[in-house]
Protein backbone atom coordinates (compact mmCIF):
# COMPACT_ATOMS: atom_id res chain seq x y z
CA UNK A 1 0.00 0.00 0.00
CA UNK A 2 1.83 3.35 -0.87
CA UNK A 3 -0.21 6.23 0.95
CA UNK A 4 0.74 9.84 0.80
CA UNK A 5 2.35 11.80 3.32
CA UNK A 6 -0.71 13.86 4.10
CA UNK A 7 -2.75 10.35 4.89
CA UNK A 8 -0.10 8.92 6.96
CA UNK A 9 0.19 12.27 9.17
CA UNK A 10 -3.98 11.83 9.44
CA UNK A 11 -4.12 8.15 10.61
CA UNK A 12 -0.93 9.00 13.08
CA UNK A 13 -1.70 11.86 14.46
CA UNK A 14 -5.81 10.53 15.03
CA UNK A 15 -4.21 6.55 16.75
CA UNK A 16 -0.60 7.09 18.26
CA UNK A 17 -0.74 7.73 21.51
CA UNK A 18 0.43 11.71 22.10
CA UNK A 19 3.78 11.21 23.51
CA UNK A 20 6.08 13.09 20.59
CA UNK A 21 5.81 16.48 18.97
CA UNK A 22 5.87 15.12 15.73
CA UNK A 23 8.00 16.52 12.97
CA UNK A 24 5.93 16.16 9.63
CA UNK A 25 8.22 14.04 7.66
CA UNK A 26 6.79 10.69 6.52
CA UNK A 27 9.60 8.67 6.19
CA UNK A 28 9.34 5.29 3.50
CA UNK A 29 13.08 3.85 3.11
CA UNK A 30 16.61 4.66 3.69
CA UNK A 31 19.71 3.46 2.21
CA UNK A 32 23.05 4.32 4.60
CA UNK A 33 22.78 7.35 5.83
CA UNK A 34 20.28 8.60 3.60
CA UNK A 35 16.42 8.39 3.91
CA UNK A 36 13.07 9.50 1.39
CA UNK A 37 9.89 10.49 2.71
CA UNK A 38 6.53 9.25 0.92
CA UNK A 39 7.20 12.39 -1.72
CA UNK A 40 10.32 11.29 -2.59
CA UNK A 41 12.51 13.57 -1.24
CA UNK A 42 15.79 12.84 0.23
CA UNK A 43 17.37 13.67 3.76
CA UNK A 44 20.32 12.91 5.49
CA UNK A 45 19.84 11.48 8.80
CA UNK A 46 22.87 12.54 11.23
CA UNK A 47 20.81 11.27 13.88
CA UNK A 48 20.62 7.50 12.87
CA UNK A 49 17.43 7.14 14.86
CA UNK A 50 18.97 8.04 17.77
CA UNK A 51 22.00 6.18 17.72
CA UNK A 52 20.52 2.92 16.48
CA UNK A 53 21.26 2.52 12.76
CA UNK A 54 24.88 2.03 13.06
CA UNK A 55 25.64 1.19 9.83
CA UNK A 56 23.23 3.09 8.32
CA UNK A 57 19.42 2.22 6.77
CA UNK A 58 18.60 -0.79 4.55
CA UNK A 59 22.13 -1.87 5.59
CA UNK A 60 22.40 -5.60 3.63
CA UNK A 61 24.10 -7.23 6.53
CA UNK A 62 21.15 -6.85 8.21
CA UNK A 63 18.57 -7.92 5.56
CA UNK A 64 20.38 -10.78 4.65
CA UNK A 65 20.35 -11.74 8.51
CA UNK A 66 16.87 -11.09 9.07
CA UNK A 67 15.70 -13.08 5.78
CA UNK A 68 18.11 -15.79 6.71
CA UNK A 69 17.04 -16.59 10.40
CA UNK A 70 13.42 -15.75 9.88
CA UNK A 71 13.14 -18.81 6.97
CA UNK A 72 14.37 -20.80 10.17
CA UNK A 73 13.00 -19.63 13.28
CA UNK A 74 11.72 -16.61 14.59
CA UNK A 75 11.57 -17.47 18.91
CA UNK A 76 12.25 -20.87 20.54
CA UNK A 77 9.80 -23.33 21.84
CA UNK A 78 9.48 -22.24 25.50
CA UNK A 79 12.13 -19.16 24.45
CA UNK A 80 15.05 -19.15 27.26
CA UNK A 81 14.67 -23.27 28.46
CA UNK A 82 15.51 -24.50 24.99
CA UNK A 83 18.85 -24.00 23.21
CA UNK A 84 19.67 -21.76 19.82
CA UNK A 85 22.77 -22.04 17.86
CA UNK A 86 22.74 -18.15 16.25
CA UNK A 87 22.33 -17.19 20.33
CA UNK A 88 25.51 -19.45 20.73
CA UNK A 89 27.24 -17.46 17.85
CA UNK A 90 26.40 -14.21 19.15
CA UNK A 91 27.56 -15.05 22.82
CA UNK A 92 31.20 -16.36 21.21
CA UNK A 93 30.89 -13.10 19.03
CA UNK A 94 30.14 -10.88 22.33
CA UNK A 95 32.71 -12.77 24.62
CA UNK A 96 35.23 -11.63 21.60
CA UNK A 97 34.43 -8.03 22.19
CA UNK A 98 33.20 -7.06 25.54
CA UNK A 99 35.98 -6.66 28.65
CA UNK A 100 37.18 -9.91 29.08
CA UNK A 101 36.50 -9.89 33.07
CA UNK A 102 32.71 -9.99 32.00
CA UNK A 103 32.02 -13.32 31.29
CA UNK A 104 28.07 -13.74 31.62
CA UNK A 105 25.47 -12.03 29.24
CA UNK A 106 21.84 -12.09 28.76
CA UNK A 107 20.03 -10.49 26.28
CA UNK A 108 16.72 -8.03 26.49
CA UNK A 109 14.53 -6.04 23.99
CA UNK A 110 15.79 -2.43 24.78
CA UNK A 111 18.15 -0.47 26.80
CA UNK A 112 15.93 0.37 29.65
CA UNK A 113 15.06 -3.24 30.10
CA UNK A 114 18.89 -3.72 30.24
CA UNK A 115 19.12 -1.07 32.82
CA UNK A 116 16.18 -2.19 34.98
CA UNK A 117 17.58 -6.06 35.18
CA UNK A 118 21.15 -4.58 35.97
CA UNK A 119 19.24 -2.55 39.28
CA UNK A 120 17.10 -5.23 40.53
CA UNK A 121 20.07 -8.01 40.26
CA UNK A 122 22.39 -5.49 41.93
CA UNK A 123 19.98 -5.15 44.60
CA UNK A 124 20.38 -9.32 44.59
CA UNK A 125 23.87 -9.55 44.73
CA UNK A 126 24.71 -7.01 47.22
CA UNK A 127 21.52 -7.46 49.88
CA UNK A 128 21.50 -3.67 49.60
CA UNK A 129 18.26 -1.47 48.19
CA UNK A 130 20.10 1.93 47.61
CA UNK A 131 21.17 3.14 44.00
CA UNK A 132 22.99 6.20 42.81
CA UNK A 133 23.04 7.99 39.82
CA UNK A 134 23.97 11.19 38.10
CA UNK A 135 21.92 14.61 37.47
CA UNK A 136 21.49 14.85 34.07
CA UNK A 137 21.91 10.92 33.04
CA UNK A 138 19.62 9.12 31.18
CA UNK A 139 18.51 5.54 31.54
CA UNK A 140 15.18 4.44 30.64
CA UNK A 141 11.55 5.23 30.80
CA UNK A 142 10.43 2.21 32.82
CA UNK A 143 9.62 3.44 36.49
CA UNK A 144 12.60 2.13 37.59
CA UNK A 145 14.51 3.67 34.81
CA UNK A 146 12.94 6.99 34.98
CA UNK A 147 13.63 6.84 38.73
CA UNK A 148 17.45 6.41 37.86
CA UNK A 149 17.54 9.33 35.24
CA UNK A 150 18.77 12.82 36.44
CA UNK A 151 16.37 14.79 34.83
CA UNK A 152 13.68 16.39 36.56
CA UNK A 153 11.01 16.44 33.19
CA UNK A 154 11.40 12.57 33.10
CA UNK A 155 10.33 12.39 36.56
CA UNK A 156 8.88 15.14 38.14
CA UNK A 157 5.25 14.05 36.30
CA UNK A 158 5.53 10.64 37.67
CA UNK A 159 6.05 11.28 41.41
CA UNK A 160 6.46 9.21 43.40
CA UNK A 161 8.73 7.39 41.74
CA UNK A 162 10.78 4.12 43.16
CA UNK A 163 12.23 5.18 46.42
CA UNK A 164 15.90 4.97 47.47
CA UNK A 165 16.74 6.62 44.03
CA UNK A 166 19.84 9.56 44.72
CA UNK A 167 22.03 11.36 42.87
CA UNK A 168 25.30 13.16 42.55
CA UNK A 169 27.03 15.54 40.82
CA UNK A 170 27.98 13.85 36.96
CA UNK A 171 32.10 13.64 36.65
CA UNK A 172 32.98 14.55 40.06
CA UNK A 173 34.18 12.04 42.33
CA UNK A 174 34.09 13.46 45.30
CA UNK A 175 30.59 14.09 45.55
CA UNK A 176 30.28 9.83 44.67
CA UNK A 177 32.67 9.13 47.46
CA UNK A 178 31.09 11.29 49.91
CA UNK A 179 27.13 9.75 48.71
CA UNK A 180 28.33 6.08 49.07
CA UNK A 181 27.52 4.52 52.12
CA UNK A 182 26.34 0.66 53.31
CA UNK A 183 22.94 1.16 52.02
CA UNK A 184 24.20 1.48 48.70
CA UNK A 185 23.64 -1.50 45.82
CA UNK A 186 24.72 0.04 42.74
CA UNK A 187 26.21 3.35 41.32
CA UNK A 188 24.66 3.67 37.44
CA UNK A 189 26.83 5.71 35.16
CA UNK A 190 27.01 6.55 31.74
CA UNK A 191 30.86 7.25 30.28
CA UNK A 192 29.24 9.85 27.98
CA UNK A 193 26.30 11.39 29.22
CA UNK A 194 24.29 11.40 25.63
CA UNK A 195 20.43 12.45 26.49
CA UNK A 196 21.94 15.12 29.18
CA UNK A 197 23.73 16.89 26.37
CA UNK A 198 26.87 14.78 25.72
CA UNK A 199 29.24 15.05 28.53
CA UNK A 200 32.47 13.73 28.52
CA UNK A 201 34.43 13.10 32.23
CA UNK A 202 37.89 13.33 32.27
CA UNK A 203 39.84 9.99 31.77
CA UNK A 204 40.16 9.07 35.61
CA UNK A 205 36.54 9.26 36.52
CA UNK A 206 35.21 5.89 35.92
CA UNK A 207 38.57 4.01 36.99
CA UNK A 208 37.74 6.81 40.65
CA UNK A 209 34.20 5.53 40.10
CA UNK A 210 35.80 1.73 40.07
CA UNK A 211 37.90 2.27 42.73
CA UNK A 212 34.80 3.97 45.28
CA UNK A 213 32.67 1.36 44.83
CA UNK A 214 34.65 -1.27 45.38
CA UNK A 215 35.95 0.18 48.80
CA UNK A 216 32.38 0.86 49.80
CA UNK A 217 31.18 -2.81 48.16
CA UNK A 218 28.73 -0.88 45.80
CA UNK A 219 28.60 -2.75 42.39
CA UNK A 220 29.34 -0.34 39.37
CA UNK A 221 26.52 -0.48 36.37
CA UNK A 222 28.10 0.99 33.28
CA UNK A 223 25.22 1.82 30.66
CA UNK A 224 26.89 1.95 27.67
CA UNK A 225 23.78 2.17 25.93
CA UNK A 226 23.91 4.62 23.62
CA UNK A 227 28.10 4.63 24.05
CA UNK A 228 28.36 0.52 23.20
CA UNK A 229 29.03 -0.79 19.61
CA UNK A 230 31.67 1.57 18.48
CA UNK A 231 29.86 4.89 18.66
CA UNK A 232 32.70 6.91 20.64
CA UNK A 233 35.55 5.09 18.93
CA UNK A 234 36.26 2.06 20.81
CA UNK A 235 34.00 -0.76 20.58
CA UNK A 236 33.30 0.13 25.03
CA UNK A 237 34.30 3.35 26.96
CA UNK A 238 34.81 0.85 29.77
CA UNK A 239 36.69 -1.32 28.17
CA UNK A 240 38.93 1.18 26.19
CA UNK A 241 39.46 2.51 30.02
CA UNK A 242 40.23 -0.79 31.37
CA UNK A 243 37.24 -0.20 34.02
CA UNK A 244 36.57 -3.54 35.51
CA UNK A 245 32.62 -3.04 35.72
CA UNK A 246 30.32 -5.23 37.45
CA UNK A 247 27.50 -4.65 34.61
CA UNK A 248 27.64 -3.63 31.53
CA UNK A 249 24.57 -2.97 29.83
CA UNK A 250 23.75 -2.36 26.09
CA UNK A 251 20.91 -1.66 23.37
CA UNK A 252 20.56 1.09 20.85
CA UNK A 253 23.87 0.05 17.83
CA UNK A 254 24.30 -3.55 19.26
CA UNK A 255 21.54 -4.33 16.38
CA UNK A 256 21.38 -1.56 14.08
CA UNK A 257 17.68 -0.96 14.47
CA UNK A 258 16.23 -4.12 15.23
CA UNK A 259 14.78 -3.78 18.91
CA UNK A 260 17.83 -5.96 20.65
CA UNK A 261 19.75 -5.09 24.13
CA UNK A 262 21.67 -6.99 26.71
CA UNK A 263 23.22 -6.71 29.48
CA UNK A 264 26.98 -8.42 30.89
CA UNK A 265 28.15 -9.12 34.38
CA UNK A 266 31.28 -10.49 35.77
CA UNK A 267 31.87 -13.75 37.25
CA UNK A 268 31.78 -12.80 40.40
CA UNK A 269 28.24 -10.99 40.05
CA UNK A 270 26.78 -13.96 38.30
CA UNK A 271 28.21 -16.42 40.97
CA UNK A 272 25.31 -14.91 43.48
CA UNK A 273 22.47 -15.26 40.75
CA UNK A 274 20.25 -18.35 40.40
CA UNK A 275 17.40 -19.63 37.81
CA UNK A 276 14.29 -17.42 37.87
CA UNK A 277 16.44 -14.19 39.30
CA UNK A 278 15.32 -12.95 35.08
CA UNK A 279 14.09 -13.82 32.39
CA UNK A 280 11.54 -12.65 29.98
CA UNK A 281 9.69 -13.91 26.35
CA UNK A 282 12.02 -12.48 23.84
CA UNK A 283 15.29 -12.82 25.63
CA UNK A 284 17.79 -13.52 23.04
CA UNK A 285 15.07 -14.20 20.77
CA UNK A 286 17.35 -15.83 17.44
CA UNK A 287 16.18 -13.43 14.77
CA UNK A 288 17.31 -10.48 16.99
CA UNK A 289 20.54 -12.89 18.15
CA UNK A 290 21.29 -13.08 13.88
CA UNK A 291 21.08 -9.43 12.99
CA UNK A 292 23.69 -8.76 16.39
CA UNK A 293 25.85 -10.91 15.06
CA UNK A 294 25.69 -9.48 11.84
CA UNK A 295 25.86 -5.63 12.87
CA UNK A 296 28.75 -6.91 15.63
CA UNK A 297 30.59 -8.77 12.52
CA UNK A 298 30.28 -5.75 10.14
CA UNK A 299 32.18 -3.63 12.83
CA UNK A 300 34.87 -5.51 13.24
CA UNK A 301 35.45 -6.39 10.09
CA UNK A 302 34.80 -3.20 8.69
CA UNK A 303 37.05 -1.89 11.08
CA UNK A 304 34.42 0.92 11.82
CA UNK A 305 36.06 1.85 15.08
CA UNK A 306 39.04 3.50 13.05
CA UNK A 307 36.25 5.38 10.88
CA UNK A 308 34.32 6.45 13.79
CA UNK A 309 37.88 8.32 15.23
CA UNK A 310 38.60 9.95 11.70
CA UNK A 311 35.01 10.98 10.83
CA UNK A 312 34.78 12.23 14.82
CA UNK A 313 37.87 14.28 14.21
CA UNK A 314 36.88 15.72 11.30
CA UNK A 315 33.25 16.43 12.37
CA UNK A 316 34.68 18.28 15.54
CA UNK A 317 37.27 19.97 14.01
CA UNK A 318 34.42 21.61 11.61
CA UNK A 319 32.37 22.28 14.68
CA UNK A 320 35.43 24.69 16.41
CA UNK A 321 35.61 26.20 13.04
CA UNK A 322 31.70 27.70 13.60
CA UNK A 323 32.83 27.95 17.05
CA UNK A 324 35.28 30.51 16.00
CA UNK A 325 32.82 32.27 13.45
CA UNK A 326 29.71 32.20 15.11
CA UNK A 327 30.48 32.84 18.62
CA UNK A 328 27.43 35.24 19.63
CA UNK A 329 25.34 31.69 18.55
CA UNK A 330 27.89 28.62 19.13
CA UNK A 331 28.64 28.37 22.96
CA UNK A 332 30.64 25.02 23.09
CA UNK A 333 31.36 22.23 20.67
CA UNK A 334 31.94 18.55 22.35
CA UNK A 335 31.80 15.23 22.73
CA UNK A 336 33.53 11.82 21.93
CA UNK A 337 33.58 9.92 18.02
CA UNK A 338 30.68 9.81 16.61
CA UNK A 339 29.01 11.13 19.62
CA UNK A 340 28.97 15.05 18.88
CA UNK A 341 27.13 18.50 19.69
CA UNK A 342 27.09 21.94 19.31
CA UNK A 343 25.71 23.70 22.35
CA UNK A 344 24.17 27.30 21.19
CA UNK A 345 23.44 30.59 23.16
CA UNK A 346 20.35 29.74 23.95
CA UNK A 347 17.27 27.42 23.31
CA UNK A 348 15.63 29.49 20.53
CA UNK A 349 18.71 29.75 18.94
CA UNK A 350 19.31 25.69 18.66
CA UNK A 351 15.55 25.46 17.39
CA UNK A 352 15.84 27.80 14.47
CA UNK A 353 18.67 25.77 13.22
CA UNK A 354 17.31 22.74 13.59
CA UNK A 355 14.19 23.45 11.79
CA UNK A 356 16.60 25.17 9.04
CA UNK A 357 18.60 22.32 9.00
CA UNK A 358 15.29 20.27 8.22
CA UNK A 359 14.13 22.11 5.67
CA UNK A 360 17.27 21.49 4.09
CA UNK A 361 16.89 18.34 4.09
CA UNK A 362 19.21 17.08 7.01
CA UNK A 363 17.84 15.58 10.46
CA UNK A 364 19.81 16.78 13.55
CA UNK A 365 18.35 16.38 17.23
CA UNK A 366 17.98 18.77 19.39
CA UNK A 367 19.16 18.14 23.21
CA UNK A 368 18.73 20.02 26.68
CA UNK A 369 16.92 23.00 24.85
CA UNK A 370 20.37 24.64 23.66
CA UNK A 371 22.23 21.59 22.10
CA UNK A 372 22.21 19.91 18.70
CA UNK A 373 23.26 16.73 19.03
CA UNK A 374 25.40 14.80 15.70
CA UNK A 375 25.46 10.97 15.57
CA UNK A 376 25.29 9.96 12.34
CA UNK A 377 26.05 6.02 10.98
CA UNK A 378 29.39 5.02 12.24
CA UNK A 379 29.81 4.13 8.67
CA UNK A 380 29.50 7.50 7.12
CA UNK A 381 31.99 8.22 4.28
CA UNK A 382 33.63 12.02 3.96
CA UNK A 383 31.80 12.78 1.55
CA UNK A 384 28.63 11.95 3.19
CA UNK A 385 29.84 13.60 6.54
CA UNK A 386 30.99 16.75 4.35
CA UNK A 387 27.45 17.35 2.75
CA UNK A 388 25.71 16.91 6.33
CA UNK A 389 27.93 19.11 7.50
CA UNK A 390 27.51 21.98 4.73
CA UNK A 391 24.37 22.21 5.08
CA UNK A 392 24.47 22.36 8.98
CA UNK A 393 26.46 25.15 8.20
CA UNK A 394 24.19 26.73 6.04
CA UNK A 395 21.41 26.36 8.43
CA UNK A 396 23.46 28.14 11.30
CA UNK A 397 24.61 31.11 8.62
CA UNK A 398 20.72 30.75 7.87
CA UNK A 399 19.44 31.06 11.29
CA UNK A 400 21.88 32.55 13.30
CA UNK A 401 24.98 34.34 11.02
C1 LIG B 1 22.34 5.95 28.03
C2 LIG B 1 20.98 5.41 27.76
N1 LIG B 1 20.48 4.46 28.56
C3 LIG B 1 19.26 3.93 28.34
C4 LIG B 1 18.47 4.34 27.31
C5 LIG B 1 17.11 3.74 27.09
O1 LIG B 1 17.17 2.84 26.01
P1 LIG B 1 15.82 2.37 25.31
O2 LIG B 1 15.19 3.58 24.70
O3 LIG B 1 16.28 1.33 24.31
O4 LIG B 1 14.97 1.77 26.38
C6 LIG B 1 18.94 5.35 26.44
C7 LIG B 1 18.12 5.84 25.34
O5 LIG B 1 18.33 6.87 24.77
C8 LIG B 1 20.22 5.89 26.68
O6 LIG B 1 20.73 6.86 25.90
Given at each position: ?????????????????????????????????????????????????????????????????????????????????????????????????????????????????????????????????????????????????????????????????????????????????????????????EPV???????????????????????????????E?QTG??RT????V?????????????????????????????????????????????????????????????????????????????????????????????????????L??????????????????????????????????????????????????????????????
Open positions: MNMSSSVTFEIEDRYMAPFFPKQKISIERGDGVFVWDEEGRRYIDFTSGWGVTCIGHAQPVITEALVKQSRKILQNPNSGLTYSPVRAGLLELMKEVLPSHLTHIFFSSSGAEANDAAIKLARKVTGRLDVISTHQSFHGRTISTASATGQAKHREKFNPLMPNYRFVAYGNPDDLKHALDPDVAAFIVQGEGGVHVPSAQYLKDAERLCRKNGALLIADVFCGPMFTGEMGVNVDFLTMAKGIAGGFPFGGFAMSEKVAKRLEFGDHGGTYCGNPLGCAVAHAVIKYLIDHRISENVEKMGRICLGRMREWKQRYPDAIQDVRGKGLLLVEFTGSETATRVADECLLRGLFVRQTQGSGIRVFPALNITEPELSEGLAVMQAAIEAAAG
